[in-house]
């Protein structure tokens, strides 16, 4: 999968963290999820969880403070649909090997190819 993240991300560690979850969510990457969860960690999507792997992934933005982390993008899919998404993350605590309490990811359909979903 192509994967493009903001120059920023490189600036902490907690930020490669949160665009790498991301990215295994974005290739359906199983393994790499359940290192960075809690047992019982749970992850809520709304309004429902896009039903293919993706072909794109591009992040828009990546954010952390303290024990939480965000970004959101652009996903596209083999067919050239595309949706937007954000997920926010809660992590255990603010040390930089912590893992992932919970997460809440939106995901929105935009019916176009990423060159036409760019930054609405």
Not at 64 to 70: E, F, K, M
């Amino acid at each position: 999968m192509e994967f493009t993240i903001p120059e920023s991300c490189g600036n902490s560690p907690r930020m490669q963290i949160v665009a790498e979850i991301a990215r295994a969510w974005g290739e359906g990457d199983q393994a790499h999820l359940e290192q960075w969860l809690l047992p019982g960690a749970e992850w809520h999507v709304h309004p429902t969880e896009p039903e293919a792997e993706f072909q794109r992934l591009v992040l828009d933005n990546v954010v952390t403070h303290g024990r939480l982390g965000s970004c959101d993008g652009v996903a596209v899919g083999a067919d050239g649909s595309a949706v937007r998404f954000a997920h926010f993350m809660v992590f255990a605590s603010t040390a930089k090997t912590a893992k992932i309490r919970s997460i809440t990811t939106y995901v929105v359909s935009t019916g176009k190819d990423l060159d036409g979903a760019g930054n609405d």
